[in-house]
C-alpha cells in the first residue's frame, strides 16, 4: 500500500514568512509523529499525535511551531515568522498505534530553505 | 538524559567486505532499538527493530544485535555491495517514552 507522503518536497521561502508542510499517513495509523533533521545530523523530535489531539508537543522549539491534525488523518505543520535557522528537513512518520513498540515509517522529507 | 552516539561517522569500504557499524546510547532503560537507513533525498527506512527482551535481529545480509547492559548496539552487514551505500542511524525508544532518540548516523561507502 501507499507510505507516508509530505508535500511540498522542498520549500524555499524567505525570513519571516508563513510556511505549511503537510503529511499524509498510512492509511489506518493513529499516530503520527514529526521530525526536523538538520544537516549531518540524526532527526529531533517535535511533536507527536495519537488521533486527532497532540499527545506530545514538548520537541517543538517555540511558539512560532505548531501543528494540527484535525481529523485524526493528514497534518499540517505551521511555522510562523520563519528564520534561517529553521532551514532542515521536516520528516514525518507513522505507526499503527504509537507507543513504545510500534514501528514508526517514514515519508520523505519536506526541505525547507530559509533565505 | 539519553544520548545516542555512532561512530565512526563515516565509513569506506571495497565491496564484498563484511562490516561493523557501531550505537552506543547511555541510559541502558530502553524499550525497543531501531537500525534505520537513510539515501540522499529519500526518507528514513526502517532495517531491524530489535526489542529490550531480544538480543538479536536478522534480515537477509544484515544482523543487529543489542547489548543494553552495556548501552551497545551493532550492525553487521555481510557481503557489502554498492547498494549498501547510505546512512545508517540508530534510534531508541527511551524508558517511558515512545518518541525515538536519534543517533547522527555512519556514512557508509561500498566502493565497486
Known amino acids: 500500500g501507499a507510505g507516508v507522503s509530505q508535500t511540498p518536497s522542498n520549500k524555499v521561502t524567505e525570513k519571516g514568512k508563513y510556511v505549511e508542510l503537510r503529511c499524509d499517513p498510512i492509511s489506518g495509523h493513529t499516530a503520527l509523529y514529526w521530525y526536523r533533521q538538520s544537516l549531518g545530523q540524526g532527526p529531533e523530535f517535535l511533536i507527536y499525535f495519537q488521533g486527532t489531539g497532540a499527545a506530545d508537543d514538548s520537541g517543538l522549539p517555540n511558539d512560532r511551531f505548531f501543528a494540527v491534525r484535525p481529523e485524526g488523518s493528514v497534518s499540517t505543520l505551521k511555522i510562523q515568522r520563519t528564520e534561517r535557522g529553521d532551514s532542515a528537513v521536516y520528516l514525518c512518520?507513522?505507526?499503527?498505534?504509537?507507543?513504545?513498540?510500534?514501528?514508526?515509517?517514514f515519508g520523505p522529507g519536506t526541505r525547507l530553505t530559509v533565505l | 538524559k539519553q544520548e545516542v552516539t555512532q561512530i565512526p561517522a563515516a565509513l569506506s569500504v571495497p565491496e564484498g567486505e563484511n562490516l561493523v557499524l557501531n550505537c552506543s546510547f547511555t541510559?541502558?532503560?530502553?524499550?525497543?532499538l531501531q537500525w534505520f537507513r537513510q539515501d540522499p533525498g529519500k526518507g528514513l527506512t526502517s532495517l531491524l527493530l530489535?526489542?529490550?527482551s531480544q538480543r538479536e535481529q536478522t534480515s537477509g545480509r544484515l544482523n543487529a544485535s543489542l547489548d543494553k547492559s552495556s548501552g551497545r548496539s551493532t550492525l553487521y552487514i555481510a557481503a557489502s555491495q554498492p547498494g549498501d551505500s547510505a546512512t545508517y542511524l540508530c534510534a531508541v525508544s527511551p524508558n517511558s517514552n515512545y518518541q525515538l532518540i536519534w543517533g547522527a548516523g555512519t556514512k557508509l561507502i561500498i566502493k565497486p
Open positions: 530489535i526489542q529490550s
Open positions: 512518520a507513522s505507526s499503527r498505534t504509537g507507543g513504545l513498540v510500534n514501528e514508526q515509517f
Open positions: 541510559d541502558s532503560a530502553i524499550y525497543n
